[in-house]
């Protein structure tokens, strides 16, 4: 039985995201998705609401499960007992950084794999930043998320504006 870990800060969860991990979902027997509690940006949402939005989003899929981590994805990866690291890829940036992410993971973790999904062309636009930015600014986000998404968003977005919160630190 072959595990793999979906890493990431989710802030909030999307379209392209979902399709990562349905994807992800057919080629391993489980999947495991890891949603870090301190990553180094600013975030709109709070781990338990991460973690709430992604179960809610996958739970049309019984191989996949969403679980808060800290501290270095490869401990988390050898906690859960994952041998394969998933990742999606948008554009050249996005390989470039997960490209020196893997090799730092290979490093400290020899036997974790590191296997790259490319993202849907529907999706290839599409990051947390842009979502949470749209919705700042009263743009359609419909089609960029879940409805149960979209709901806390606009919520978050709201209470963002009103507490005089800056688009650029999103």
Not at 112 to 121: G, H
Not at 157 to 168: E, F, Q
Request: hydrophobic share 45%.
């Amino acid at each position: 039985m072959i595990k793999a870990l979906y890493p990431g800060t989710f802030d909030p969860v999307h379209n392209g995201h979902i399709d990562i991990a349905q994807r992800a979902a057919q080629l391993w027997d489980t999947v495991i998705v890891a949603v870090y509690d301190r990553p180094s940006k600013k975030l709109m949402f709070d781990i338990d609401e991460r973690v709430e939005l992604f179960r809610t989003a996958v739970a049309h899929l019984p191989n996949v499960e969403v679980l808060p981590y800290s501290g270095l994805t490869v401990n988390f990866a050898r906690q859960v007992g994952s041998k394969v690291m998933v990742r999606g890829l948008r554009a050249i940036s996005d390989f470039e950084y997960e490209f020196q992410i893997a090799l730092t993971n290979k490093e400290l973790a020899p036997d974790i794999e590191f296997c790259a999904l490319m993202t849907s062309l529907d999706h290839a636009f599409l990051s947390s930043s842009i979502l949470k930015e749209v919705a700042i600014l009263h743009g359609d986000i419909s089609t960029m998320c879940p409805p149960h998404v979209r709901r806390a968003l606009l919520q978050h977005a709201n209470a963002w504006r009103d507490g005089g919160g800056k688009i650029d630190r999103i």
